[in-house]
């Protein structure tokens, strides 16, 4: 079956610091991947997508690349800000069954310290 | 996008008793889909709930255990039975956009749920 494996965290980093957290998957056909952010005390909400090879999702300076053939979906900032603390799953979405039921990563929780 | 509110946002219940969550969407949708999300862990998808059918249950996952109802096209509950201490957990509804058709979910806040 479809499977989303995200690096551990916690990751800590300094404001200002580079993000990367890693999402690497399997699946049978040719998925949807995308980010999803959990603030403390909320639901998940979509960071962002991509429904095809080679397409890149941004927002709120964030970005991920869809790689085939490293079947890969990292996630990218290139300065973190404190206010992006968060835990972050990596997921990814096959239609099967007439539905686009998602598997989600483990999460990665990211700490920014001022 | 789809607004989803969840009542209630958090309880304390006591073992042997249950808890039912209400999950309202501001607009209809076919499928919803009730989460739990132990502390620490991902999502584990309990149930898909269809309008005027009976919910489709995971692996591991019992109707008697997670009852779910789904009245019509808005609105959905799931009650966890016979709490104990290991139903302790966030459950989070969620429902699937429908425009486009690229697997995007939209998430409700969550309920927290301790059981003592």
């Not at chain 1, 991947?33 to 960071?47: A, I, K, S, T």
């Not at chain 1, 835990?87 to 990814?92: E, G, H, I, R």
Request: aromatic share 10%.
């Amino acid at each position: 079956g479809d499977s989303v494996t995200q690096m551990e965290g916690p990751v800590t980093l300094s404001e200002e610091a580079c993000l990367t957290i890693n999402c690497t998957y399997t699946a049978t056909g040719y998925p949807s991947l995308f980010w999803y952010v959990q603030y403390p005390g909320e639901g998940l909400q979509l960071l962002l997508k991509a429904t095809k090879a080679d397409d890149k999702g941004s927002n709120k300076g964030f970005e991920a690349t869809y790689r085939k053939e490293t079947t890969s979906f990292h996630l990218e900032k290139g300065s973190v800000q404190v206010s992006d603390s968060a835990v972050y799953f990596c997921a990814l979405s096959d239609r099967g069954g007439g539905s686009y039921i998602p598997t989600f990563g483990r999460g990665t929780s990211l700490i920014v310290h001022p | 996008s789809a607004v989803i509110s969840q009542k209630p946002s958090r309880d304390i219940c006591q073992r042997g008793t249950s808890l039912t969550i209400q999950c309202q969407v501001d607009s209809q949708v076919t499928m919803m889909f009730w989460y739990r999300q132990q502390p620490g862990q991902s999502l584990t998808l309990i149930a898909t709930a269809n309008q005027g059918s009976e919910a489709t249950y995971e692996s591991g996952f019992v109707i008697d255990k997670f009852p779910i109802s789904r009245p019509n096209l808005t609105f959905s509950t799931l009650t966890v039975s016979n709490l104990s201490p290991e139903d302790s957990s966030i459950y989070l509804c969620s429902v699937e956009r429908l425009a486009g058709g690229t697997g995007e979910q939209f998430f409700g806040p969550g309920t927290r749920l301790t059981v003592l």
